[in-house]
Structures are given as C-alpha cells and as structure tokens.
C-alpha cells in the first residue's frame, strides 16, 4: 500500500484509503464516511469508490445500499446483521481508542464471500484513515489556535496604536468576525437604562449594511443580559427562534455566541458572533478560543483607554504649562509697557505724538487680548466640543480659518460666559457665521478681525451683547476697501 498516507491533502489520502481497499479487497463497491467533530453521529463527508449517485443509472442495488448503511450505522464494525450474505458488505470502524472518526465499508466481492484476510486488510486501512484524519485534525486544531492568537495580538497592537473609541470597537468587532468566520461581528455597550446597545458592528459580504444592525439593543433585565452581566457567555443555536433574543436583527441569524467584555470584574460591553442562518454551529474549540479573544480584547480595550487618558493629560499639562507662561511673563510685560507709553502720551506735548501713542497703546490692548484669548483656547479639551460661548465664538473662527487661509482676530469685552445667555448666544453665532461667509467672499481679503463686547449697551438703555466683525477685502459696490458687520441684542 505504498503511498498511503503520504498526501498533504486529507482528502486525497481518504479517497486514496477507499480506492485501495476497493481493490485490495476486489470489491466492486467501497465507501468511507467522515464523521464532523460534535456532529452527533452525522457524517459530514463521504468519500466513494465504484459508486455513482445515487439515482444515476450506474449506481445499483449494493451501491445504494452502502450509502444507506453509511447514513444510518457510520461506525457499524463487521458485516452488517440482517444482510442476506456475508458476499454483499464488509465495513469497519475508523478509530483511535475510543473516539471513532467514522466507517469503511466495501461491498459486492468480486470472487466469492469476503474472507477473514480482507477484514483484517479493511481494519489496518481503517487504521490508516484514522491516523490521518486524526493528524489533520490536531493540526487544524493548532492552526485555529494560533490564528486567534495572532489576531487577539494584532488587535491588541492596533488598540493601543491610538485609534479613537469608535474604531477601536469596529477593529474588535471585524477582527472577530473574521476569525470566528462569523456572517457579523457587533460590540454592544450598557445604556443609562440599564440594557445593552448596538455601538459598533462589522458584517461579511453577504449581509445587510452595518449601519442597519448599529442601534439594536437589548432591554433591560433580558436572560440573555443577566448571564452576561454575571460574566457568563452566552451561546444561541438559533437566533432567529431562541425566545432570550429580543434584537430587530435577530431574523437574519442562527448560531451565535455573545462573550462579555469584562474588567476587573465589571461588565464594559458585549461581542457578539451571530452567523447566518443555516450555516454551521460552533464547536466546543470556537466557543474556548472566542471567550479567550474576548478576555484579551477586553483588557486591550481598557489599555487603550487608559493610554488615550494619560495622552490627553499630558496635552492637558503642556497646554496649562504654556498658558502659564503666557499669562505670567508675556501679559505681564505687555501690560507693564502699555501703562509706561499711556503714561508717556499724557505727557506728551505735541498732539502729533500724542496721537502716535494712543495707537501704539490701542495696539497693544489688542494684542494683549488676543493673547487671553490664545490662553483660553489652549485650557480647553482638544477633542470636546466647546459649551461656553467664549469657546463656541473661538470654534466658528478657527473653522472659517481654513477658507480665508489665515485666522481672524478674535477679542472678547467683558464677561461674556457669565452675562450672555442662550437664546442671545445663538443669535451671535448666526451672526457670526454670516458675517465670516460675507468676508470669504470679498477680494483682496488679508485680515478679519472679530469683537464680542458682552457690556454693551443698547439705545434704550438695555445691557447688550454686540457683535463687530471688521474685514479688509474689496468691496463690490463701490470698489473701495474694509466693511464693518455689526449685530446686537439684549442679553
């Protein structure tokens, strides 16, 4: 039997081990059954020699017979009790020790009955087959093994490369999916209420968008939610009929896991698998190595957090350095000149240079503003959207940055956080984006400068919030330069 067992490809040695004990045994018919892991007695492939399919004018009594006993006794050992002679079946079991992998049968001896030398030739086959299968087994095995524990190390580098939050759940999400050959990959995070929500998902090339599937959630007290915030996994044979399923989603889906995302022993999240319907359940060895991905990606999760933390603290602590600095050595100093020229221009004598010296000192109160507001802008968090009106004029500004080529001029008056409400904050930021709109447009454009006087006063007298946007593009009506945009309203 030379060359048995010699072929990298499992199925080709398998087909192999059947053809030869068709011939070795001069049977007309001969059938090997591979039985799955976890499959419950049903075989998963079959490998024949001398028989066609059934129903094919070539496939007669015995071979739709072998395929019957295959089907229904996979590892049957012996001549099958029943059979009307000893000349028609001959079939062994395919096992080590006690696990058996399935059956070789053949059928319909050419020369007379079987004899005891081709039981003994079927069973060192049967031998055969058994140590291949087995080896391609613990091969496939380790190789599973060592995909997840590549992919739980790739997601981990990616993790703490410095994506954002929202990434971060898509590269788990897709990472899983694509190991556990899942039809999606879906990170869930708790609620204010108490359940779970769809926040992040990946999906195979055969499923709906992902953007269908984000916002799913599972209600509070769920027997689904309780096994998870217990720490427990949970797996589902069908998601799509398994009552603890509650999502919109779950239609799409049969065989799934759901592996909680834990720290310290508190519940962060959820990663679920769900395949397709129809499609495979997962193995024991799925179940292991995707609970363990999870574990790792859990504690990625947190590492990554904890460095984006410590990232923007150290941004926090440089930005407070340098607003320091600001205030306490550059204001300082621009103020301390601003009050020797101030006293300098009361003394001087010719209206000229007394006139010289009020601009440089307007000049300097400008740029002494500019730079407050420059401390203010760098005490604020970089990622955040501003809330005070101070940060949301500075917001406006610094995105209309970008069209004018350069950064207009910002100076507050007066407490505006404190005195300008919201219905007058709103108006002011309308206003403000017109009047930056209007300026973009304008030719010859090199400077805007923009003004928010929170202590100003309106012609009856109420306190006001005022609005002074001044730009020295070309105006279109009259071809001359500067426009002067002005709004107001009570405070």
Known sequence: MPGVGT????????????????????????ALGVLGPESGGRLTEVFTSGVSA??????????????????????????????????SFLGTPIRVGEEVFGSLYVAERRAGAFTGRDEDLLRVLASQAAVTIGNARLYGTARQRERWIEGAAAVTTALLSGEDGTDALTTVAESARALAGADAGVVLLPTEEGGMEIVAAA???????????????????????????????????????????????????GPSMMLPLQSGGKLIGTLALPRRRGARPYSALDRLLATKFASQAALALVLADSQADRERLAVYEDRDRIARDLHDLVVQRLFATEMMLESTRRRASGPELAELLGRVVDELDSTIQEV???????????????????????????????????RPSVRFSG??????????????????????????????????????DAAAELPDGRDAVRLVVTDDGLREEDGGRGTTTTWEAPR
Not at 390 to 397: I, K, P, S
């Open 203 to 253: 999906t195979a090339g055969y499923s709906d968008d992902a953007d269908d599937i984000i916002g799913a959630t599972i209600a509070p007290g769920s027997p689904v939610l309780v096994q998870l915030l217990g720490g427990e996994p949970v797996f589902i044979e069908d998601s799509a009929t398994d009552p603890r399923m509650t999502t919109h989603v779950r239609s799409r889906f």
């Open 415 to 452: 407490p505006v956080d404190t005195l300008v409400g919201e219905p007058a904050a709103a108006g002011l930021l309308a206003a403000l984006r017109g009047a930056l709109a209007a300026a973009h447009r304008r030719a010859a454009l090199t400077s805007v400068e923009v003004e928010v």
């Open 372 to 406: 407050r507001t420059t401390i203010f802008t760098l005490q604020q968090p970089p990622a955040e959207a501003p809330t005070s009106v101070r940060g949301q004029v500075l917001r406006e500004t610094d995105g209309a940055a970008v069209l004018l080529g350069f």
């Open 7 to 30: 072929d990298l490809d499992i199925r080709t040695t398998l087909q192999h081990i059947v053809d030869s004990a068709t011939e070795l045994t001069g049977a007309r018919h001969g």
């Open 54 to 87: 059934p129903g094919s004018d070539e496939a007669g009594p015995s071979a739709a017979r072998i395929l019957e006993e295959l089907t229904h006794a996979p590892h049957a050992p012996g001549r099958p009790p029943g059979r009307p002679s000893s000349r």
